[in-house]
T-cell receptor, first 114, second 113 residues
Framework: AQSVAQPEDQVNVAEGNPLTVKCTYS??????LFWYVQYPNRGLQFLLK??????LVKGSYGFEAEFNKSQTSFHLKKPSALVSDSALYFC????????????FGSGTRLSIRP | DTAVSQTPKYLVTQMGNDKSIKCEQN?????MYWYKQDSKKFLKIMFS???????INETVPNRFSPKSPDKAHLNLHINSLELGDSAVYFC????????????FGPGTRLTVL
């Protein structure tokens, strides 16, 4: 069965510092991994995905994520945080065998202080 | 132009009533979804349709019935509403493949009194 874990409910970072939001997954076969962001009272927005190829994936708003197969992780990173990055972040996983079913993590609230 | 739209944005109703939420996408996608987000922000898939055909039907009470009149529309009808149905419901769409990202609507906040 597929699963995804976001071990931190909240991450607090000072503006200008690097940020990391953690995600680990479990899936049969090769994973498709996604990060989405949700701003207050809005729907989720796609940030980036890993399908195959280069383990470092770059996405919207300066975010990137690194796929680590041995650690089954897909952590979201940004070199320099902005206050406007404050939002709820979801990691998600699917696979070829999942029949279009995607599993979302529980979400991590990112708070960037000025 | 809004890619995935939902109506209404807010829905307040009494227990026992029947209500519908409508969703439309103008992205030309083949697959559409309904998700429920609870008060703790946990997101759970309810249904998925591919080209008007039901492909995912999670453990959801029979009171919830999706209907897809065409591949651009996926509506959600809820019978005999209960307090526990209060949540934000999101519609989403994507191309067919599991590797394709999903595009979400703005959500419908349902409050059952």
């Amino acid at each position: 069965a597929q699963s995804v874990a976001q071990p931190e409910d909240q991450v607090n970072v000072a503006e200008g510092n690097p940020l990391t939001v953690k995600c680990t997954y479990s899936v049969s076969g090769n994973p498709y991994l996604f990060w989405y962001v949700q701003y207050p009272n809005r729907g989720l927005q796609f940030l980036l995905k890993y399908i195959t190829g280069d383990n470092l994936v770059k996405g919207s708003y300066g975010f990137e994520a690194e796929f680590n197969k041995s650690q089954t992780s897909f952590h979201l990173k940004k070199p320099s945080a902005l206050v406007s990055d404050s939002a709820l972040y979801f990691c998600a996983v699917s696979s070829y065998s999942s029949a279009s079913k995607i599993i979302f993590g529980s979400g991590t609230r990112l708070s960037i202080r000025p | 132009d809004t890619a995935v739209s939902q109506t209404p944005k807010y829905l307040v109703t009494q227990m026992g009533n029947d209500k519908s939420i409508k969703c439309e996408q103008n992205l030309g996608h083949d697959t559409m979804y309904w998700y429920k987000q609870d008060s703790k922000k946990f997101l759970k898939i309810m249904f998925s349709y591919n080209n008007k055909e039901l492909i995912i039907n999670e453990t959801v009470p029979n009171r919830f019935s999706p209907k897809s009149p065409d591949k651009a529309h996926l509506n959600l009808h809820i019978n005999s509403l209960e307090l526990g149905d209060s949540a934000v419901y999101f519609c989403a769409s994507s191309q067919v493949r599991q590797s394709d990202e999903q595009f979400f609507g703005p959500g419908t906040r349902l409050t059952v009194l």
